[in-house]
């Protein structure tokens, strides 16, 4: 659910994982104005909806529809899972920094967030959830860097370990860093790429981006021509889709060739 949604590869891969396990249902995609959203969301339960995920522009709002707010997702401020109970009541959670931390281990399976400061750019609701995996994760800072400051300040509220730049130190608070995160929507087909230089990023940083269309970002292009290891957004879809699917169908899902594979023909 989401506005607009049409973009969006969930499809692909929950209904691959309902052919998979011989499942009975379907994923589909809701296009839903925000003055429409509290009576789509309320709606769920009465057309027999197991749950849905919530996008951009609604993770927010959509909260203060829910009957129970998981704490994790109280604490993000944002909800991207709706599941919906036996008794038809509404629970939200918001799986988006569990799939982050796990598409950063798929990539680098001996990586971890205490071993030096990380630089997230961008303050949205993509952010939030990766500022805070992160913290949880034992980063011993968080620096972010934001073009409109006020939001990354906002955002500083999550913890002592988050420090706030001005969007022109972005390049020079890179250095030292151990993971440089994009979460902005610069480098996503149809937006200019990131204007940022890597010169001061040591050569063993990781770089990750939220962003899975396309799969290599003009970010990640330049990071790896240097020797870095980097990470596209399609992981962090890919591992908040299953605790949903889970939640829903009582079946956890697997990531498997063939699931890459169904995306890959997508693009």
């Known amino acids: 659910m989401g506005w607009p949604v049409a ?3 969930s499809p692909v891969i929950h209904n691959h994982w309902i052919a998979q396990y011989g499942l009975r249902g379907t994923y ?4 839903v104005q925000p003055d429409k959203l509290t009576d789509a969301i309320r709606g769920l339960p009465a057309l027999g909806f197991a749950g849905c995920n919530i996008t951009i522009p609604h993770k927010v709002n959509a909260m203060a529809m829910m009957d129970v707010v998981h704490p ?3 604490r993000m401020g944002a909800i991207n899972t709706i599941v919906v109970q036996a008794d038809g009541s509404l629970h939200g959670v918001n799986n988006d920094g569990f799939g982050y931390i796990q598409s950063l281990r798929d990539a680098k399976p001996d990586w971890r967030a205490d071993t030096g400061p990380a630089l997230v750019l961008g303050a949205g609701g993509a952010a939030r959830a990766v500022v805070l995996s992160l913290l949880d994760e034992g980063a011993p800072e968080v620096r972010l860097v934001n073009r409109t400051r006020s939001k990354a300040d906002d955002l500083a509220a999550l913890g002592d370990r988050v420090k706030v730049y001005d969007w022109r130190e972005r390049n020079d608070a ?9 979460t902005t929507n610069q480098g996503m087909h149809g937006q200019p790429g990131l204007d940022v230089q890597l010169d001061a990023l040591p050569a063993s940083a990781l770089v990750s981006d939220a962003i899975y269309i396309p799969l290599e970002t003009p970010l990640l ?8 290891t980097t990470v596209n957004g399609l992981g962090m879809l890919l591992n908040q889709a299953r605790p949903a699917f889970h939640a829903w169908f009582g079946v956890m899902p697997e990531i498997t060739p063939a699931l890459h594979q169904a995306i890959a023909a997508t693009f």
Do not use: D, T, Y
Request: charged share 10%.
């Open 72 to 74: 994790v997702a109280q």
């Open 28 to 31: 589909a995609l809701l296009p």
């Open 174 to 182: 890179m250095a030292g860093v151990a993971l440089l995160v994009n």
């Open 221 to 228: 292009a330049a990071a790896r021509a240097r020797g870095h």
């Open 7 to 9: 973009h969006s590869r």
